[in-house]
């Protein structure tokens, strides 16, 4: 697909066009970023625009190169359905199939030996690395050699989620390209462009944080439920009826799936607050963030002040800026429920 496709990110786009207009494509790219804001389908795309047959600074999409890339097929071996048919580009990702947890040794050995290959078909060879930053040091120190000295013909792409550092020696042969969060005003416009409703496509970017691929599969019923129990937690912690609610759900479990949960709970529980002091000072329901628990909230909001639905708010902001900094799970919750109660009772 070409870029202008891809939803957010223009910045990095812009970039990669320039390049490839010039000819100046950098052999080794790293692209970092929160997942689900386009890193992949970005990497594809200039896989796609190195070998397009009609275009020289993008990817038309429609020429036999460009859809060889992204074409879906079975893999015998796993059983399972993968992309790209195009013998130039190839692709590495974890191989759960085998029950592995990170990017093997034996995968960027054969990254090695095949780069040093001329392309097939195409004017370029091209290796795309999912999951980079699950590499072993023994796979990445293996990957070393080929990043020094790449082939003219050859680029390779690394995509890294940021969770874990890369290897510093990796990192300063790679030109790094850094992924924003999709918008949510760009979220918004792929799912209404895909047939959802304005409003369920509002409040469903509002609870994906910027991550597109998630607002892509997510149940309209998943993000019910999550919405139902964030509330809880809102008026639990407003009104004082269950100090704990916060701390009993995000004061243990595995560190990764319990940061991205909280997220976007702290996400819905601001939209909340911010509904709740729109409504104690009187304002517009039109702008409500969530018009279909205005009744909750206006019985909520009767109990605040609102100088304290305000002071709630920015409570969350800085809580999300804490979880963003990789803060003890437990001590956010329980400081944050300390200082929401404190927000609501003053005056």
């Not at 969060?181 to 910027?210: F, H, M, N, Q, Y």
Request: glycine fraction near 6%.
């Amino acid at each position: 697909m070409p870029f202008s496709d891809i939803a957010g990110n223009r910045r990095v786009q812009d970039i990669l066009k320039l390049a490839l207009a010039h000819g100046r494509v950098p052999h080794a790219l790293l692209f970092t970023g929160p997942q689900g804001v386009g890193k992949r389908e970005t990497a594809r795309t200039l896989a796609q625009a190195l070998n397009c047959l009609n275009q020289a600074d993008d990817a038309c999409g429609k020429c036999e190169s460009c859809q060889a890339v992204v074409k879906v097929y079975k893999d015998k071996a796993t059983g399972r359905d993968k992309i790209g048919t195009h013998p130039d580009v190839i692709e590495y990702e974890i191989e759960v199939w085998k029950d592995k947890t990170s990017i093997s040794i034996e995968q960027m050995r054969e990254l090695k030996s095949l780069a040093g290959l001329k392309p097939m078909l195409g004017r370029k060879r091209i290796f795309l690395v999912d999951d980079a930053d699950s590499m072993s040091e023994e796979a990445a120190n293996s990957l070393l050699k080929i990043l020094e000295e790449p082939p003219l013909f050859t680029h390779i792409v690394l995509l890294s989620d940021g969770t874990v550092p890369i290897l510093p020696t990796i990192k300063s042969r790679c030109r790094i390209l850094t992924f924003l969060p999709v918008s949510d005003e760009d979220i918004e416009k792929v799912l209404v462009a895909r047939g959802v409703e304005p409003e369920r496509a509002r409040i469903t970017a509002l609870v994906v944080r910027g991550n597109l691929d998630r607002a892509m599969s997510l149940d309209w019923k998943e993000i019910e439920t999550e919405r139902r129990e964030a509330w809880a937690i809102f008026e639990a912690l407003t009104t004082g009826r269950e100090a704990a609610a916060l701390l009993r759900r995000f004061g243990s479990g595995r560190r990764k799936e319990v940061k991205e949960e909280m997220g976007r709970t702290l996400e819905m529980l601001a939209a909340f607050g911010r509904d709740a002091a729109l409504l104690a000072e009187g304002g517009d329901v039109r702008l409500l963030l969530n018009p279909d628990y205005e009744h909750e909230l206006r019985t909520c909001a009767g109990t605040l002040a609102p100088a304290s639905a305000l002071r709630i708010v920015g409570l969350l902001q800085e809580a999300q800026s804490s979880l963003d900094r990789n803060v003890h799970l437990g001590l956010l919750a329980a400081g944050l429920t300390a200082r929401w109660r404190q927000a609501a009772i003053s005056m």
